[in-house]
């Protein structure tokens, strides 16, 4: 877990403070906050994260959503959506780009830090799997 990179995508600024000091607190490296969805994408190209943390609700063009399905049609990378929203219509789009986890906020650290552990155990798994179709 030392090592783990998690990109934090959160337009609301004392937000996206607020879960890059948890995430540094349970141990994980946050190389960097986005705060609209073209910044994720760039910011994932920039620093190959290994998870990324997706707000669904952003300023700018794009949504959580939208940048969640761009950002996985060029990298194998897991997203764990973090929202306010959970009507039925944001969790049908929100599936649609295959998430490895879903979180409300508020939250509670052990919540973070469950869904987090289990979006990376369930990626590397995934990895493993598609190396032996291989």
């Given at each position: ?50 998870l990324i943390l ?7 063009n794009i949504d ?71």
């Amino acid at each position: 877990m030392g090592k783990t990179k998690v990109l934090v995508v959160e337009d609301e600024n004392i937000v996206a403070l607020e879960i890059k000091s948890r995430l540094q607190k349970l141990g994980y490296i946050v190389p960097s906050v986005a705060s609209t969805g073209e910044e994720a994408i760039s910011k994932a190209e920039a620093f190959s994260p290994d998870l990324i943390l997706m707000d669904i609700m952003l300023k700018g063009n794009i949504d959580g959503v939208e940048a969640s399905r761009r950002i996985r049609d060029k990298m194998d990378i897991p997203i764990i959506y973090l929202t306010a929203y959970a009507d039925g219509e944001t969790l049908q789009r929100a599936k649609v780009t295959t998430p490895y986890g879903y979180i409300l906020k508020p939250f509670e650290e052990n919540d973070l830090r469950t869904t987090v552990e289990i979006a990376l155990y369930n990626h590397q798994l995934l990895k493993g799997q598609r190396k032996e179709d291989i």
